[in-house]
């Protein structure tokens, strides 16, 4: 139990850190990407901003205006976000920077300015007017990547100046890698937390299993009581509700088993010992002799029988039990009644008779028919009326016997087709085993069919053999 709630847990931990471990760089991209996607968009706001102020300011310039007038009005009214920077070239130079105070990697000596110059000079030479986006990243870690939009200022359709809105990402990203380190520690914490609850969770839900083990082990021939407690509708609750049936089976099954050996004993000690009693005190006269000696084997008989009994209920669980064959019901059921009348002296009655076929093993539907006749005999008198008869009901077959004996009270009716069952009454003529109903029940059984008792104290009993007039296809 131990192990394995161990190894769940380590499952479950490992689960937690993978997902951890995944969760962690999509996280960081996706912060990345929002800020990158943020930049880019207060870039375009100032550039826009700018280019509504040039044109307000271009609209009302007169043919020698000059451009550095607007510029420093523009940067006296407008301050750039945070680690954004603007800066202003006009005729190819650079002129101003708002702050004033800028980067040593977009300072106007720096390897930046000297590619923007270039790009303003092919610009100018191309009459162009198309701003320009581009990101260039560096190696130093204190600027990040330098994000920029180029904007061309005309004037009279030529290229006077030039406006940069400038980023660099250094700041940003710091920000967002402290953003990043916070999810890692709440990851861990959550993740640590979890394994934690689920520790200690954990043997409340492994509690039935428990519950299984020490039941299972406490588990003996003599001690088959042990049932489990059924909480909830989940999974445990089913193994429990399992648990619970499979014991309720086995329980079951050693009291038939305990009580098969019992009455199989007592009814094999009683002929042994009369066998045993008859020779020991036999004498020499030929006439107890041949008394003794007919006792004996009338015994024997009754063990050979009792022993068949108990072969054929054995071979009723065996795949080959059944020889299957088309059966004429008709002349199935004037064979039962003709053998019917020589069992005893009743008040005999043929009157339902079927017309038609059915799929089964002829001498077993037989045998169970009769051992019906003849448990009727057993518990009728002479002037008793017993009733023989088939029908077919649709997919059905039925064959019954009907008595006007004693009846069957209604605890009996629960137990009467068990082995060794017996009931008692003052008309019953036979010492037999009490397994003739059982070798009925499992005939009907092999053949996907059943017995129907009804029965009344004092009014008689119909017992019906019911079967399916097609056997079902086995399923390997």
């Not at 006009?90 to 004033?100: E, K, L, Q, V």
């Not at 520690?185 to 519950?211: C, E, I, N």
């Not at 084997?297 to 009994?309: A, K, V």
Request: proline share 4%; glycine share 8%; net charge negative.
């Amino acid at each position: 139990m131990g192990e394995t709630r161990t190894r769940v847990l380590i499952l479950y931990l490992a689960t937690m850190l993978g997902v951890g471990a995944i969760a962690i760089p999509v996280f960081r991209a996706l912060l990345f990407g929002n800020v990158d996607a943020r930049v880019r968009e207060d870039l375009a706001e100032e550039v826009e901003d700018l280019q509504e102020s040039y044109d307000d300011w271009a609209a009302t310039a007169g043919p020698g205006a000059d451009v550095g007038e607007f510029v420093d009005e523009y940067i006296r009214n407008h301050l750039p976000e945070d680690d954004n920077f603007h800066l202003f070239w006009i005729d190819g130079d650079f002129y101003r920077a708002n702050p004033a105070t800028i980067p040593e990697a977009i300072a106007p000596d720096s390897e930046m300015a000297s590619d923007w110059g270039g790009l303003i000079a092919e610009q100018a030479a191309a009459g162009s007017s198309e701003m320009t986006n581009n990101e260039r990243p560096t190696n130093d870690p204190a600027v990040g990547n330098i994000v920029y939009s180029m904007m061309p200022l005309m004037l009279n359709q030529q290229q006077r100046g030039t406006f940069i809105v400038t980023h660099l990402t250094a700041g940003e990203r710091a920000e967002a890698l402290e953003g990043v380190y916070i999810f890692a520690q709440v990851a861990a914490g959550v993740v640590l937390t979890s394994f934690l609850l689920a520790w200690l969770g954990s043997r409340h839900l492994f509690a039935p299993v428990r519950s299984l083990t020490m039941a299972a082990r406490s588990i003996s021939e003599s001690n088959l009581s042990e049932r489990l407690p059924v909480r909830g509708k989940g999974e445990l609750a089913q193994l429990s509700a399992t648990f619970n049936a499979m014991m309720n089976r086995l329980e079951t099954a050693f009291e038939s088993q305990r009580n098969f050996i019992n009455d199989a004993s007592h009814e094999l000690r009683t002929p042994i010992t009369i066998i045993q009693g008859h020779l020991e005190l036999m004498e020499d006269d030929p006439a107890e002799q041949q008394e003794a000696l007919e006792l004996v084997m009338d015994e024997l008989g009754r063990m050979t029988r009792f022993i068949n009994e108990l072969l054929l209920l054995a071979k009723s669980e065996r795949p080959d039990f059944l020889k299957l064959e088309t059966i004429d019901v008709a002349a199935l059921t004037d064979d039962i009644q003709r053998k019917a009348v020589g069992l005893a002296s009743r008040n005999w009655q043929f009157d339902t008779c079927a017309t038609g076929t059915v799929v089964g093993d002829r001498g077993r539907i037989a045998g169970a028919w009769l051992n019906l006749v003849n448990n009727a005999v057993q518990h009728t008198q002479d002037t008793d009326t017993i009733e023989i008869g088939s029908a077919i009901n649709g997919s059905q077959a039925r064959f019954w016997v009907r008595d006007s004996g004693p009846g069957i009270s209604p605890q009996d009716q629960a137990r009467i087709f068990d082995r060794f069952a017996r009931v008692s009454n003052a008309y019953r003529s036979s010492e037999g085993a009490g397994l003739g109903l059982a070798i009925v029940k499992a005939i009907a059984e092999t053949h996907h069919g059943h017995v129907e008792l009804t029965s009344q104290q004092g009014m008689g009993s119909t017992f019906t053999l019911v079967l399916p007039r097609v056997q079902p296809r086995r399923t390997v």
